[in-house]
């Protein structure tokens, strides 16, 4: 059923979008847990684009990604080249998970998801919100320290675990996300 998926995306974003702003002293909590709820959401986009039929990689919306990025980058005074380094390496991520899913589904290791929101009309809103909220948090770790090392890389790996998601994987995202700096 749907209704059940969404009401946890929907709590996952609120959770995430909708909660204080990163406070002076605070550690990169909120940001790690805003970078696992987006990359919870990659077993639904997998199911939907098994479905639909969709290859996992769209070069041409993963442009749109990061051009949009780009842009929220700089209007935050994020440097842009390094903020879109760090959602590319979410873009591997995500399409790492997304292979794993399926492949997992067509060799019948786990059950298929049979029920999934839509990509287009309630994922993808999500993931944008989660996106933004991405950049927020952490615009506000690099105001307060000029980094947004937190709690190190295993605590990194440990908070942002996500089925189908590789140590490497994950790491990548976090040696990505060290290199964001403020715009000079």
């Known amino acids: 059923m749907i209704v059940p998926l969404r009401a946890i995306c929907a709590a996952i974003v609120i959770t995430c979008c909708c909660g204080a702003p990163a406070a002076a002293g605070q550690d990169s909590g909120a940001l790690y847990e805003a970078i696992k709820s987006r990359l919870s959401l990659m077993k639904p986009v997998a199911a939907w684009k098994l479905a639909s039929g969709v290859a996992v990689e769209d070069l041409a919306r993963e442009k749109v990604v990061l051009e949009k990025t780009s842009s929220a980058a700089t209007a ?68 307060q320290d000029g980094s947004a090392r937190g709690t190190g890389p295993s605590g990194f790996t440990s908070t942002v675990r996500i089925d189908c998601l590789s140590e490497a994987g994950s790491l990548k995202i976090y040696q990505a996300l060290l290199q964001v700096r403020l715009a000079e």
């Not at 879109?84 to 290791?109: L, M, S, Y």
């Open 76 to 143: 935050l005074g994020i440097s842009a080249q390094t903020a879109t380094a760090f959602f590319q390496a979410q873009i591997d991520a995500a399409k790492e998970i997304q292979h794993c899913w399926i492949g997992r589904w067509e060799k019948g290791t786990s059950p298929r998801m049979t029920s999934y929101p839509d990509l287009k009309t309630e994922i993808r809103p999500d993931l944008i919100r989660l996106g933004n909220r991405i950049l927020t948090v952490l615009k506000a770790n690099l105001a």
